[in-house]
């Protein structure tokens, strides 16, 4: 299995490289209105954006920054194939304007635009960011009734074009088979709230325009690439940042291509691929480790397990996830300024197998979703953004 990854340095209002229903996922996350660090970027996009602001007309910078985004949310419906998801993260702004401090509700202005668009809403993550910071709470502290409740959570807004994606054909179903995931994780990620994702460090290098990337963690593109997509898919990213959404398509076997305005965050990009391999072949392997423990703990606790996965021979839990196959990066080569190819190996039968895996794991007595010594996370300490 190979496949390839393409980023575009220019504005994604305009992605004229991709065709029209040709991605199948899109996951992303924009600059987030009203929040001043991304004040620049949209204001070099609308000059009105900057005058709204110096008048301290906090309802109207609002109203044209995201004006800003609906042209991407248009390309974005626009290229996305009948059935095709879109994931958004984005977070709500607070800010005070002049002597108005106000909430500005990102994640309610960007839903409406994009069910405008034909998009059909279903039921979002909500993603918690606590924050242990000693100033987190705003306000007039014990004294009532000037305070404002902090803002620690995010949103994942989970969009669709149009009704269920069909497959139809043996082939597109037997891969759809061998794309699965573990009824353990299946658990764990499709639930309405993640607490366990802890924000990406984010910190930029000396030269870059911004000291902050705004980078997502790269295990929130990960599962939502393996959630709402099937190997060999096409994923696209229109605010690529630091290419996050890129990488996790390459560990997850599927193609992708992104757009990001600011040429800066993107150098030397295909280094950092190819660099990256090596953690997402010991990452994927650990993948398999966290099955083989999640197997362990639940026969310890006196539950059988019916079926046995055909490619490695562990038990699991369900029919589906009989054929589930992971592929493994093992090399990248660069094809042009923008362009990578990377290839496959599928971890043997040997290596993924229970017996020597979970004889030398520790007996986890959580049985229902994907917890481990690392609290079930797959890459916690991978930090791509650095
Ligand atoms: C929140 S960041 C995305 C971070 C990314 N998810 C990551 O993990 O690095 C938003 C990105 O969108 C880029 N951007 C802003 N407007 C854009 C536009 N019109 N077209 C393409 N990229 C844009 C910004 O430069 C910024 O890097």
């Not at 879109?86 to 839903?111: E, S």
């Not at 939502?224 to 229109?238: A, F, H, R, T």
């Not at 040429?263 to 295909?270: G, I």
Request: aromatic share 10%; glycine share 6%.
């Amino acid at each position: 299995m190979k496949t390839n990854h393409k980023h575009y340095i220019c504005n994604a209002a305009k992605m004229a490289a991709v065709t029209d229903g040709s991605v199948n996922l899109v996951v992303t996350s924009p600059p987030y209105p009203m929040i001043d660090m991304w004040d620049e970027i949209f204001s070099h996009q609308d000059r009105k954006i900057e005058k709204a602001l110096r008048k301290s007309d906090g309802s109207l910078a609002f109203e044209l920054m995201h004006q800003v985004l609906d042209r991407i949310w248009e390309e974005v419906f626009r290229v996305l194939s009948p059935g095709g998801f879109a994931c958004i993260n984005i977070g709500d702004a607070t800010r005070t304007l002049g002597d108005n401090f106000a909430l500005y509700p990102n994640h309610a202005r960007i839903l409406n635009a994009t069910q405008a668009l034909g998009f059909t809403a279903l039921p979002c993550i909500l993603w918690r960011k606590q924050t242990n910071a000693p100033n987190k709470f705003m306000g007039s502290g014990m004294l009532p009734a000037g305070a404002y409740v902090t803002l620690e959570h995010e949103y994942i807004l989970i969009l669709r074009k149009g009704g269920k994606r069909e497959f139809t054909s043996p082939a597109t179903k037997e891969n759809r088979r061998q794309s699965a995931l573990f009824w353990e994780e299946r658990n764990q990620w499709f639930s309405d709230i993640w607490m366990d994702l802890k924000g990406t460090r984010q910190a930029m290098g000396k030269q870059k325009k911004r000291n902050r990337s705004g980078a997502f963690p790269f295990e929130l593109a990960y599962r939502l690439i393996n959630m709402y997509s099937v190997k060999g898919d096409l994923v696209l990213d229109p605010f690529l940042g630091t290419g996050t959404t890129t990488l996790a398509a390459m560990a997850a076997g599927r193609n992708s291509t992104g757009y990001e305005i600011d040429p800066s965050l993107l150098e030397n990009f295909c280094d950092k691929c190819r660099d990256s391999l090596g953690h997402f072949s010991s990452v994927i392997q650990h993948r398999i480790d966290l099955h083989n423990e999640f197997v362990q703990g639940r026969l310890a606790a006196g539950k059988p397990i019916k079926y046995e996965n055909a490619h490695y021979g562990f038990p699991v839990v369900t029919r589906q996830e009989k054929e589930l196959v992971l592929n493994i990066p093992v090399s990248a080569e660069q094809q042009g300024d923008e362009n990578m190819v990377v290839h496959y190996s599928i971890p043997s039968r040997e290596t993924a197998n229970t017996a020597t895996a979970a004889q030398n794991a520790p007996v986890v007595p959580e049985i229902c979703g994907a917890k481990s010594k690392t609290d079930g996370l797959l890459f916690p300490d991978f930090d791509p953004a650095s």
